[in-house]
């Protein structure tokens, strides 16, 4: 799975929807509460601790990252200006996560083409990994 958040304090994730005209596989608003979880604190209760705005190809077997990283690409060129001008606007993040589900020792190819580290570069996005090994 690959996604694209943008995340900061407080912005409207509507606003983000209208300005880019994408819209986002989820959203949350700081303070929100989170679903109870194994997590949770006494009081039974965790709330966000932060708003994001989240474009995600879901869960998909592949064998290789880039797969998943170019819908998303496709999604937001051309959208450069607008999310440059939205990160210095509401101080925002921007983030792509790859997130790697492992079995049976098959492992991805992993590697960016030149296309998504300049897209990344351009509007000063940061690249994460998640990586689950199960067998």
């Known amino acids: 799975m690959?996604?694209?958040?943008?995340?900061?304090?407080y912005f409207q994730p509507e606003k983000i929807t209208?300005?880019?005209a994408i819209q986002p596989t989820e959203t949350h608003v700081k303070g929100d509460i989170i679903k109870k979880t194994s997590t949770t604190t006494?009081?039974?209760?965790r709330r966000r601790v932060?708003?994001?705005?989240?474009?995600?190809?879901?869960?998909?077997?592949?064998?290789?990252?880039n797969d998943?990283?170019?819908?998303?690409?496709?999604?937001?060129?051309?959208k450069e200006k607008n999310l440059i001008r939205l990160k210095e606007e509401y101080e925002l993040t921007y983030i792509f996560m790859i997130v790697i589900e492992i079995e049976n020792n098959e492992k991805p190819a992993m590697y960016f083409k030149k296309d998504i580290i300049n897209f990344a570069s351009t509007i000063d996005a940061e690249i994460q990994f998640d990586l689950y090994i199960y067998s």
């Open 50 to 65: 932060e708003t994001d705005w989240t474009l995600s190809t879901g869960y998909q077997e592949s064998s290789d990252i």
């Open 68 to 78: 998943q990283l170019k819908p998303l690409l496709r999604s937001l060129e051309g």
């Open 42 to 45: 006494s009081s039974g209760t």
């Open 2 to 9: 690959a996604y694209f958040s943008i995340v900061g304090n």
């Open 18 to 20: 209208e300005e880019l």
